[in-house]
């Protein structure tokens, strides 16, 4: 059940309302003592029916994770899991691979029986995305040779069970060549057994303008992996106008187009674990927002006295505040609301499951929503 707080209401009078107990509500919802509530915030009220868990569906669900990340954050949110999406490594213009400091991210999915795989990503010293850096390897054959050895030995060593394909902005004129470099990389990792994934930006045509888009191809990278994840989140972003992050029409769009490309047996669905806080007024060029999770803005909410509103075509909360200094802000953000209405979307489509950018904050409501809806 999703309870949407009232003016008036406690963690008491909802508990009676609902016939459990108030310290499970407020344990189930991340609110500590004095358990204050936020008119317009969505509770998560977990009612153990029979009918809801025959309900569920078997789904598989993955989060991208740092090694920095709160040891009690990873290992609370594990049990959720099917794998953990190690982020990540690296290489260099000759093939060589830049390690990650990985081995809590390791030990903890090991601990839980949840599947580690690595992610490959083509940054730059400057920790940016490099396109020069993809040209150089799906160019070079020597070049991919020498890296899918060390990733190889490293995944043999290391107890991987996979790797993710993460490269964005990809030239134009490398579109082909990285398709037959993801090819490549399948034909060395399936005889040992390994899985191999690439990460897709939101494209919803074959010939959507943009250096993000136009070097990928839907179909043939569908075709070459074993499957793909769609990157269904960050039209709210940084520097962008306000607005959610993951807006469901924008989000079905994407869908749509994907599965005319792609078999939906191979298709994991992007869901965001955070938000932004953007100062207004938005100036385009000049204005920065904050990332921020659900814990944030519901405390935003608390300390400024806001509402929670939630946009009904959007599928998503926001709040707006003043701040201290007079400035106006405007935050969006996840709730059980939006996240349901995310999970409505992979069964809709039939999806393999789900994948969560990233684990970096942990939302346990979230998680038991999602316990509830899929095995």
């Known amino acids: 059940?999703?309870?949407?707080v009232k003016s008036g209401e406690s963690v008491d009078s909802i508990a009676l309302q609902y016939g459990i107990s108030p310290y499970d509500l407020a344990f189930d919802n991340q609110i500590e003592p004095p358990y204050p509530l936020v008119v317009g915030q969505a509770l998560w009220v977990q009612?153990?029916?029979?009918?809801?868990?025959?309900?569920?569906?078997?789904?598989?669900?993955?989060?991208y994770?740092?090694?920095?990340?709160?040891?009690?954050?990873?290992?609370?949110?594990?049990p959720y899991l099917q794998r953990l999406y190690n982020f990540s490594y690296g290489y260099t213009e000759e093939g060589e691979l830049v390690p990650l400091a990985d081995e809590n991210l390791l030990l903890a999915a090991a601990r839980f029986g949840v599947s580690p795989v690595l992610v490959l990503t083509p940054f730059s010293k400057e920790g940016t995305f490099s396109n020069q850096l993809v040209n150089t390897l799906v160019e070079n054959r020597e070049?991919?040779?020498?890296?899918?050895?060390?990733?190889?030995?490293?995944?043999?060593e290391k107890g991987y069970t996979g790797i993710d394909v993460d490269f964005e902005f990809i030239l134009?004129?490398?579109k082909e060549a990285y398709v037959d470099f993801v090819a490549y990389l399948r034909s060395r990792m399936a005889p040992e057994g390994y899985r191999v994934t690439v990460a897709l930006p939101p494209k919803i045509s074959d010939d959507q303008?943009?250096?993000?888009?136009?070097?990928?191809?839907y179909a043939r990278l569908g075709e070459v992996a074993d499957a793909v994840f769609l990157m269904t989140y960050e039209w709210g972003y940084t520097y962008g106008p306000p607005m959610a992050v993951a807006p469901i029409p924008s989000v079905r769009r994407v869908l749509d187009y994907a599965v005319t490309r792609i078999p939906v047996s191979k298709i994991y669905m992007g869901l965001p674990n955070y938000g932004y806080d953007w100062p207004l007024p938005y100036v385009s060029g000049e204005t920065k927002a904050v990332t921020i999770g659900y814990l944030g803005a519901i405390e935003l909410a608390r300390e400024h006295d806001a509402q929670v509103q939630y946009d009904e075509i959007a599928q998503a909360p926001f709040i707006r505040y003043q701040a201290v200094d007079g400035?106006?802000?405007?935050?969006w953000f996840e709730d059980v609301r939006s996240m349901n209405a995310k999970f409505d979307l992979i069964l809709e489509y039939d999806f393999l499951g789900g994948g969560y950018w990233n684990l970096m904050r942990f939302f346990r409501a979230n998680w038991l929503l999602q316990a509830n809806r899929f095995i």
């Open 1 to 4: 059940m999703i309870h949407v």
């Open 47 to 63: 009612m153990n029916t029979e009918e809801m868990r025959q309900d569920r569906r078997p789904k598989d669900f993955f989060g």
């Open 65 to 78: 994770v740092y090694p920095y990340v709160e040891e009690n954050t990873l290992l609370s949110s594990l």
């Open 143 to 156: 070049v991919q040779e020498v890296l899918t050895d060390r990733l190889l030995a490293v995944m043999g």
């Open 172 to 174: 134009p004129e490398d």
């Open 209 to 217: 303008p943009g250096l993000l888009y136009e070097g990928i191809d």
């Open 327 to 331: 400035t106006e802000h405007e935050v």
